[in-house]
């Protein structure tokens, strides 16, 4: 029988693999694919064979499932009462075993931190993932200042002083860690999963050739995975969340197209001058120099989280620098023209000599208002970078096969929305599928998939367009551009209707 054709039919039906084991119930697993899971099962539980303490023989017959989902990072499928039957597995090259106890003193924070805009966090309370986070660890933000580092021409953003925006914050800031751990405790309130972690997919292929004998299952449109671990999963629906180079969208043939920017994004966790009471409102601040973006986000007390996109020679530079001099450097990129920043980073060391000096004797491009507090220190190893790129597959969809996160796109960090991005390709797959399921459909048939990957590539598409511009437009540091610019950036800043706009899609409206 082929079960493609079956629609409703559930791998469920079919029984367990094992069915004499003893289930090992493990409630591990990564946030980019915990979404996922959850918001497919809260309320009525999942029916899923679960992977004994000890371990399985290998057989030759796969495991079948109706969604495999392949990878980590923070987006992920598990609370629907429609889709309360569906037979899960997560894939995981990392061991997950301390997501759950994860910890930092209230004086340390994770350099890996993401805003999530209100819609973000809409869709974590109604999968019910919201009251776990760490909220003590967590920060609104409610202002931005953003201007240009070559005119000084800026934008301010006040959405408490907004009428017309429904909610008086843009985004929350908070570490990934505290997220990941949120969500696995939501998954542990629910039915069980069936998780490989610390697992690598060794092989993904077609499922074999379909045999005369009507009691052999049709397998042959399934995708196969095989193991580390020498089991071998059969899916009905196999999710790519395996990040910029996914071996699912390999195997789905699904080109994936952009550049490399030729940046590097610099991360840090520093310490500001001024402490700040948890109920202020705080402002999150970005300037942008011809070498990329910098900003500065807030995080609870006098801490906040450093996003430096500049030079790979630049990000080297900043790396191998003393902590007193690396605090010397972050607030030169906020109050010198860039003339002296890019001097500042010529030299290799006596960056703290050198700022003093060129803040008495050189004029100040902003007022002391609308720049943040001075960094007067570093959190010990959290300063790192990595490499900027724009990535965006063809499409999202194949034969039983779903993109979300990274493995569908890779985003500029300037607008703070890659995981947000992530996330709402989570809602929509889940959407999809319970759709799917609610008229009997199969969750995994092209047709089926086609709306999911239509409503989010036009999204997304339009984002990344958007963002990627923006780049090139203010990496530009001389010439008519910067006036024109200019002048683009403080006419927004007057008019109403286009500010509350941009307002609007900064935080996911």
């Not at 030729?262 to 001058?273: E, I, Q, S, W």
């Not at 796109?409 to 703070?416: C, E, K, N, R, Y």
């Given at each position: 029988m082929?079960?493609?054709l079956l629609g409703s039919s559930r791998v469920g039906d079919l029984g367990c693999d094992n069915p004499k084991e003893t289930p090992r119930v493990n409630t591990k697993t990564s946030s980019f694919v915990l979404p996922v899971y959850i918001a497919i099962a809260s309320e009525y539980g999942i029916s899923a064979c679960q992977i004994s303490d000890e371990a399985v023989p290998a057989t030759p017959t796969p495991e079948l499932y109706d969604v495999v989902c392949v990878g980590g990072g923070p987006?992920?499928?598990?609370?629907?009462?429609?889709?309360?039957?569906?037979?899960?597995?997560?894939?995981e090259s990392q061991d997950l075993s301390t997501t759950s106890t994860w910890s930092l003193p209230p004086d340390q924070y994770s350099n890996r931190a993401s805003s999530l805009t209100p819609s973000s966090k809409a869709f974590l309370e109604r999968i019910g993932a919201w009251p776990?986070?760490?909220?003590?660890?967590?920060?609104?933000?409610?202002?931005?200042?953003?201007w240009d580092g070559v005119s000084g021409a800026r934008i301010s953003f006040d959405w408490e002083q907004s009428p017309k925006i429904s909610h008086t914050t843009v985004a929350y800031m908070t570490e990934n860690a505290n997220l990941l751990r949120a969500l696995s405790t939501r998954l542990s309130s629910l039915p069980p999963i069936t998780l490989f972690d610390k697992t690598s997919v060794s092989s993904i292929s077609p499922g074999p050739a379909p045999t005369p004998d009507i009691t052999t299952p049709n397998l042959s449109s399934w995708p196969h995975l095989a193991l580390s671990n020498s089991h071998t999963l059969a899916a009905r629906l196999l999710v790519g969340a395996d990040g910029l180079n996914s071996p699912v969208r390999t195997f789905a043939a699904i080109?994936?197209?952009?550049?490399?920017?030729?940046?590097?994004?610099?991360?840090?966790?520093?310490?500001?001058?001024?402490?700040?009471?948890?109920?202020?409102?705080?402002?999150?601040?970005?300037?942008?120099?011809?070498?990329?973006?910098?900003?500065?986000?807030?995080?609870?007390?006098?801490y906040a989280t450093l996003v430096w996109s500049t030079l790979p020679s630049?990000?080297?530079?900043?790396?191998?620098?003393?902590?007193?001099?690396?605090?010397?450097?972050?607030?030169?990129?906020?109050?010198?023209?860039?003339?002296?920043?890019?001097y500042m980073h010529t030299i290799p060391s006596g960056q703290v000599d050198e700022l003093d000096w060129r803040l008495r004797h050189t004029p100040s491009l902003v007022e002391g208002s609308q720049i943040p507090h001075s960094v007067v220190d570093v959190q010990a190893n959290s300063i790192a970078s990595f490499p900027l790129r724009l990535r965006h597959a063809d499409t999202y969809t194949?034969?039983?096969?779903?993109?979300?996160?990274?493995?569908a796109?890779?985003?500029?960090?300037?607008?703070?929305q890659g995981l947000n991005l992530g996330l709402g390709d989570v809602e929509a797959l889940v959407g999809n599928i319970e759709d799917s399921v609610r008229y009997g459909g199969d969750i995994g048939a092209g047709m089926a998939l086609e709306s999911y990957g239509a409503e989010r590539y036009a999204v997304?598409?339009?984002l990344l367009g958007v963002v990627d511009k923006l780049h090139k437009l203010y990496s530009v540091g001389s010439g008519p551009l910067v006036g024109l610019r200019s002048l683009g950036l403080e006419a927004v800043d007057r008019v109403g209707v286009v500010k509350e706009f941009f307002m609007r899609q900064a935080s996911g409206s």
């Open positions: 082929d079960l493609a987006a992920g499928l598990r609370a629907s009462p429609i889709t309360s039957s569906l037979k899960l597995a997560l894939v776990h986070l760490d909220h003590s660890r967590m920060q609104p933000y409610h202002r931005m200042q953003v080109p994936s197209r952009g550049w490399d920017y030729n940046r590097h994004g610099v991360v840090a966790t520093v310490k500001l001058a001024a402490d700040f009471p948890p109920n202020v409102p705080r402002t999150a601040y970005q300037r942008f120099l011809p070498t990329g973006p910098v900003a500065l986000l807030a995080l609870p007390g006098p630049h990000a080297t530079h900043l790396k191998s620098l003393s902590p007193s001099d690396f605090c010397a450097m972050v607030n030169a990129a906020f109050r010198l023209s860039t003339v002296d920043i890019d194949a034969s039983r096969v779903a993109l979300i996160g990274d493995a796109h890779t985003i500029h960090p300037l607008a703070g997304n598409n339009r």
